[in-house]
């Protein structure tokens, strides 16, 4: 079987009906110490008179060889790609087979080769901080018998440490995913093994930020409807008031801390799109085990907020035991509007003494209610983010869900993967101090009416595009096994952290004419080719080599 293969930039997506052609080899690649670097091997058969498949040995030659690994490249079902209204800057927006799933892949695995069929691999390099500067080759081989086809590459690694990330990042975590995908008891040694992976993986791709679900979050839950219970504290309701056991919690922060998450953010404390109820809480009453609070639960009821303000001042005082308290970060609830804000105010107002020196942050879109002071830490979505950049609010946040898509940047499966990087180049030029994204392992329906298996629907049923809810999928045994989609992410906070050094070294001046020299960068206007975000880094990457 004849075989064509060549090195392409990460920053590819290679469809199965796509001309090899089409795709632009690379020889070479550059990266600062600390950081993940990655390419792609290209490889298709034009041999018609051959078998249509032919099994290859896979082979890594080079000096960096023990921090490679290597992974396909796999294609995943997306019926829907984006919205009828979307812009035109997606890859495709038709239903059908979309790369994106990074299947693990072991360097003494075979590699299948299909006549007619453009297949990937994604080749990843963790350059370690203690590697001496200098140019590294790099050969990823198909090998059988005497035939061997080679994609080859030089990594230039720069003399600099890639800085520590300062920018707060989380995507929201849904225990109860894991539980119903691996169908384990809520909790339990396993599921808390698993929960382990999917937060290691988590910090491994800049989340240092945990949703902890102190009680089950009002998250996507349909309104007098319920989520499989996740809740770390136990709750009993005495004669004297409410007691409290913290030992699962505790549990839960020194898991997240061995695997490297910094910040700690406490579960919703009302119910979403308004702050009008309270969340599901179970707990203990005169020896029954039972739903304490819930959709029938009035946010401002005097016996929630006695409640709530008992929690709240046992929880802060083990968080001070455990050394976290200053890593929280609290919220009432997500995405109000206008018309949510009086009841916004009335259960802010419950609680927000006991919560004074922590940040108190949602995501929020109105810049009208932002001004009435209700929400001092707003978090405007991408797409509504000019308002309060003008009006220099500290510390800003943004997020993107699945209704930014158009103009701005998002994960879309269906988005060029330099769609989904040029963000980190936006967090840099303003200054971005946090990110929000709802979904980093989302595997139910809308409203969470029931479980899906994201293998097969990777839309939770038509709720939003395609890899909008999740960054990575259930591999067995509780990996979780990475996406493209999630990899441009990476990118994008790697770069923001490259962006930060050559602006301590060169100064934000030159660093901006580098982002700018084409005109002015936005949230929402941006040159849209991969070559000029490709150029973007490399000059970035000058900046700090010329001036260490």
């Known amino acids: 079987m004849s075989i064509l293969i060549k090195a392409i930039s990460a920053m590819e997506k290679c469809f199965m009906d796509e001309d ?66 979307a812009d035109d800057n997606y890859l495709r927006k038709t239903p059908g087979f979309y790369p994106d799933l990074l299947e693990p892949l072991n360097p003494k695995d075979d590699v299948m080769v299909t006549w007619g069929e453009l297949k990937a691999l994604w080749v990843t390099v963790k350059v370690p901080r203690t590697l001496e500067p200098g140019d590294y080759p790099i050969a990823v081989r198909l090998e059988s018998g005497e035939q061997v086809y080679s994609a080859e ?41 698993y929960i382990g992976k999917f937060m290691r993986t988590a910090v491994e791709n800049g989340i240092n930020a945990i949703l902890m679900p102190v009680f089950t979050p009002p998250l996507d839950t349909a309104v007098g409807g319920e989520r499989r219970t996740t809740q770390l504290v136990d709750v009993t309701k005495t004669d004297d008031g409410w007691s409290f056991c913290f030992n699962r919690a505790e549990q839960w922060v020194n898991l997240a801390r061995n695997v490297g998450v910094e910040y700690f953010e406490v579960s919703h404390l009302y119910t979403q799109w308004g702050a009008k109820h309270a969340p599901k809480i179970m707990g203990w009453e005169n020896g029954e085990y039972r739903r304490l609070f819930g959709w029938d639960t009035d946010a401002t009821s005097p016996e929630y907020r006695e409640f709530l303000r008992a929690f709240l001042k046992a929880f802060l005082a083990k968080m001070e035991e455990l050394g976290v308290a200053d890593r929280l970060l609290f919220h009432i609830s997500d995405e109000p509007g206008l018309d949510h ?47 309060f950049i003008e009006a220099g609010v500290p510390g800003l946040w ?147 080599e010329e001036n260490l």
């Open 398 to 544: 943004t997020y993107y869900c699945c209704s930014q898509g158009s103009d701005v940047s998002n994960r879309f499966i269906a988005m060029p993967m330099a769609r989904t990087r040029v963000i980190g180049a936006q967090f840099w030029k303003y200054g971005i101090a946090g990110f929000l994204q709802w979904g980093y392992n989302f595997y139910n329906s809308q409203y969470s009416v029931r479980p899906l298996d994201p293998f097969q629907i990777t839309d939770g049923e038509y709720f939003f595009p395609a890899g909008d809810g999740f960054a990575v999928y259930p591999g067995p045994h509780g990996e979780p096994w990475e996406t493209l989609h999630m990899k441009a992410f990476t990118m994008a906070l790697q770069d923001r952290r490259a962006m930060d050094l050559a602006e301590r070294l060169a100064g934000r001046d030159a660093v901006m004419s580098v982002l700018e020299r084409e005109g002015e960068v936005t949230f929402s206007k941006y040159p849209h080719s991969t070559e000029w975000l490709e150029d973007l880094r490399a000059g970035i990457n000058r900046l700090i």
């Open 153 to 193: 590459i030089t990594l230039h690694v720069i003399g600099a440490v890639l800085p520590k990330q300062t920018m707060i990042v989380t995507e929201w975590f849904h225990c109860d995913c894991i539980a119903n995908y691996y169908d384990l008891e809520t909790f339990s040694p396993k599921h808390c093994e």
């Open 341 to 387: 804000l009086e009841s916004y105010k009335a259960a802010k107002e419950q609680i927000a003494d006991l919560l004074e020196g922590h940040p108190i942050m949602d995501a929020l879109s109105s810049f009208e209610f932002y001004k009435t002071g209700a929400c001092s830490n707003p978090i405007p979505a991408n797409n509504h983010t000019d308002p």
């Open 20 to 85: 090899f052609g089409s795709k632009k080899a690379i020889t070479r690649g550059e990266a600062l110490l600390g950081e993940e670097f990655s390419f792609e091997v290209a490889y298709t058969s034009d041999d018609p008179a051959h078998h249509p498949k032919a099994v290859f040995h896979l082979n890594v030659v080079s000096p960096l060889k023990q921090w490679i690994t290597v992974r396909t490249v796999e294609q995943v079902p997306v019926r829907m790609p984006a919205y009828r209204w």
